[in-house]
């Protein structure tokens, strides 16, 4: 059986950081499934440059970045890195659903990629979209949620 491909976006990776009591245990149990090889999990390499500073600091001291540096060195996030298709995609995106930019280039990525599921915490881009987003014959819907592994329980500990 494959395993599931999911995209997360930065608010997923920030939720988790920032320990946001509204999304802390959605984020943690997608990110603990994919340290546990029952998912593949993508992200863009533009998510490394939105997550930058834990929420409450004053500003990112070099603790703080290590944290961050050595999430995203993980083997099991998979960094993709944006392309000219990327781009076609996400000018679709924007004119289409109206979705800011960086919104926009996060989705692309992840119809891109081919993967099976979008996950972003942000109720704006959920409500903005249909529940399924593709592009062109080539590449097949990709299902917009929140962070969610059908069929995962995280360990109790």
């Known amino acids: 059986?494959?395993?599931?491909?999911?995209?997360?976006?930065?608010?997923?990776?920030?939720?988790?950081?920032?320990?946001?009591?509204?999304?802390?245990?959605e984020c943690?149990?997608?990110?603990?499934?994919?340290?546990?090889?029952?998912?593949e999990l993508f992200t863009s390499a533009f998510t490394m440059a939105e997550v930058?500073?834990?929420?409450?600091?004053?500003e990112l001291d070099q603790s703080k970045e290590h944290i961050i540096d050595q999430l995203f060195k993980q083997s099991w996030?998979?960094?993709a890195n944006f392309e000219r298709e990327m781009a076609q995609i996400?000018?679709?995106?924007?004119?289409t659903?109206?979705?800011?930019?960086?919104d926009a280039l996060h989705l692309a990525t992840a119809i891109r990629l081919k993967v099976d599921y979008f996950n972003t915490t942000d109720q704006a881009i959920i409500k903005k979209i249909p529940a399924t987003v593709g592009y062109l014959a080539d590449?097949?819907?990709?299902?917009?949620?929140?962070?969610?592994v059908e069929g995962y329980t995280p360990p109790l500990f």
């Open 28 to 39: 943690k149990t997608i990110l603990q499934a994919a340290e546990e090889g029952v998912i």
């Open 77 to 79: 996030i998979k960094v």
């Open 90 to 95: 996400c000018r679709h995106i924007v004119w």
């Open 97 to 102: 659903y109206q979705l800011k930019p960086f």
């Open 1 to 25: 059986m494959t395993k599931q491909r999911h995209y997360c976006d930065s608010c997923v990776f920030l939720g988790f950081l920032n320990n946001e009591s509204d999304k802390i245990y």
């Open 52 to 58: 930058i500073k834990i929420k409450g600091e004053a």
């Open 139 to 148: 590449y097949p819907g990709v299902i917009i949620q929140r962070p969610h």
